[in-house]
């Protein structure tokens, strides 16, 4: 199964952008799809994720298992963030055991959302 990085674009990590400068989103984006996407991870840019307070963000997801989503991020952080992303694609459900996890991400995390059920299942 393949996850999902998804990556905003648009971040400004809370501070102004100077015109015809790259916001640190663009910048993160970049990092990463310049790293490479580990196996089993596809990297997409996105408009915004709504962390603007806790930004650069990213998220992750894949069918039927717990989405995440962190923050406080930089470009700086590109390798940490595509190893948590490959063990977080090698799992089933998406979960990491904690101790397995990059350090920014069992420190920098902003939410867990549970799996998405078909809408008969959630109904029950």
């Given at each position: 199964?393949?996850?999902?990085?998804?990556?905003?674009?648009?971040?400004?990590?809370?501070?102004?952008?100077?015109?015809?400068?790259?916001?640190?989103?663009a910048?993160?984006?970049?990092?990463?799809?310049?790293?490479?996407?580990?196996?089993?991870?596809?990297?997409?840019g996105?408009?915004?994720?709504?962390?603007?307070?806790?930004?650069?963000?990213?998220?992750?997801?894949?069918?039927?298992?717990?989405?995440?989503?962190?923050?406080?991020?930089?470009?700086?952080?590109?390798?940490?963030?595509?190893?948590?992303?490959?063990?977080?694609?090698?799992?089933?459900?998406?979960?990491?055991?904690?101790?397995?996890?990059p350090?920014?991400?069992?420190?920098?995390?902003?939410?867990?959302?549970?799996?998405?059920?078909?809408?008969?299942?959630?109904?029950?």
């Amino acid at each position: 199964m393949t996850a999902t990085l998804y990556v905003c674009t648009t971040c400004k990590r809370g501070e102004p952008v100077p015109e015809g400068m790259v916001a640190p989103g663009a910048d993160l984006h970049a990092a990463l799809l310049a790293a490479g996407a580990p196996d089993g991870v596809r990297i997409v840019g996105v408009e915004c994720l709504s962390a603007c307070n806790t930004g650069c963000a990213v998220s992750l997801s894949m069918p039927g298992a717990w989405s995440y989503v962190y923050g406080r991020l930089g470009a700086e952080n590109a390798a940490d963030i595509l190893d948590g992303a490959a063990k977080y694609a090698a799992t089933s459900d998406g979960i990491v055991p904690w101790r397995e996890r990059p350090v920014i991400f069992r420190k920098q995390s902003i939410a867990r959302v549970p799996p998405q059920f078909p809408p008969q299942e959630a109904a029950e």
